[in-house]
């Protein structure tokens, strides 16, 4: 698997300073512009989001590729599969 660092987003959605369920709400708006097999990167500095969109990528079937720590937020990838 290519390190996340390299992966290139076909969007990128700054949902940082909002407070849950601010990102995940993000995340769903977000995921729907993005072409099926294509990467949204979801930025949040919510701590809760790290968990919250793994188990809704598996919930609703997106692959979840991971987690970047920046300082102060993080860079979340999800792949679109439907």
């Given at each position: 698997?290519?390190?996340l660092e390299t992966v290139?987003?076909?969007k990128v959605v700054d949902?940082?300073?909002?407070?849950?369920?601010?990102?995940?709400l993000e995340l769903k708006?977000?995921?729907?512009?993005?072409a099926v097999g294509g990467v949204l990167e979801l930025l949040?500095?919510?701590?809760?989001t790290k968990a919250d969109a793994p188990s809704w990528c598996k919930k609703?079937?997106?692959?979840?590729?991971?987690?970047?720590?920046?300082?102060?937020?993080?860079r979340i990838f999800i792949r679109?599969?439907?």
């Open positions: 698997m290519a390190l290139k987003s076909d949902a940082r300073g909002t407070s849950c369920p601010g990102p995940l708006k977000g995921i729907t512009t993005v949040s500095s919510d701590e809760g609703v079937g997106h692959e979840f590729l991971g987690v970047v720590h920046e300082p102060g937020y993080d679109r599969t439907k």
